[in-house]
């Protein structure tokens, strides 16, 4: 079992930044590719970003390229999201989860998930 905990989510002006957390707890967190989705009301929850379990290789959805980073520090078992250039239609519960595959895209390849924090963008 995977425990995992987000943290960062607020409120922000367009243009402006957050970091976001997500602390792994369980199992050894070196082994797990992590991933960061989001859910805005009415909507189906996306895909952000992940980043893979051993080379620490990224990827983005295309919307978020180049203004969000994600980045992970194993030894203190936890990931990052950095939230720069922050737009309305970012606003959304963001989540991060964990997959014991060496990386994957699809909610459904994620075994362990977050409780989810929010952000909100506002105009």
């Known amino acids: 079992q995977v425990q995992l905990v987000e943290s960062g989510g607020g409120l922000v002006q367009a243009g402006g930044s957050l970091r976001l957390s997500c602390a792994a707890s369980g199992r050894t967190f070196s082994a797990y590719a992590m991933g960061w989705f989001r859910q805005a009301p009415g909507k189906e929850r996306e895909f952000v970003a992940a980043?893979?379990?051993?080379?620490?290789?990224?990827y983005y959805a295309e919307s978020v390229k180049d203004r969000f980073t994600i980045s992970r520090d194993n030894a203190k078992n936890t990931v990052y999201l950095q939230m720069n250039s922050l737009k309305p239609e970012d606003t959304a519960v963001y989540y991060c989860?964990?997959?014991?595959?060496?990386?994957?895209?699809?909610?459904?390849?994620?075994?362990?998930w977050g409780q989810g924090t929010q952000v909100t963008v506002s105009s």
């Open positions: 989860a964990a997959t014991a595959r060496p990386t994957a895209w699809g909610a459904q390849e994620y075994d362990y």
């Open positions: 980043i893979s379990r051993s080379r620490g290789i990224k």
